[in-house]
């Protein structure tokens, strides 16, 4: 799983990964959008969350 970006969940999640030892993540910082287009083209599934938390 790719992970890509600063959201406000970024510390838990890397914590989470860290000591749960999971392998099979890798965390990207944020890409500029126009870098954005090649990763998309090599998901099988994205997601792309624009607000935080608590707003819906």
């Known amino acids: 799983m790719l992970l890509i970006g600063d959201g406000a969940e ?3 999640l890397l914590q989470i990964i860290q ?3 999971i392998a099979n993540v890798t ?3 944020a890409v500029p959008k126009s870098e954005m287009i090649r990763y998309i083209s ?3 599934v994205a997601l792309v969350n624009l607000m935080k938390s608590g707003y819906l």
């Open 10 to 12: 970024k510390e838990n």
């Open 27 to 29: 965390m990207l910082p």
């Open 42 to 44: 090599i998901s099988d």
């Open 19 to 21: 000591t749960e030892n």
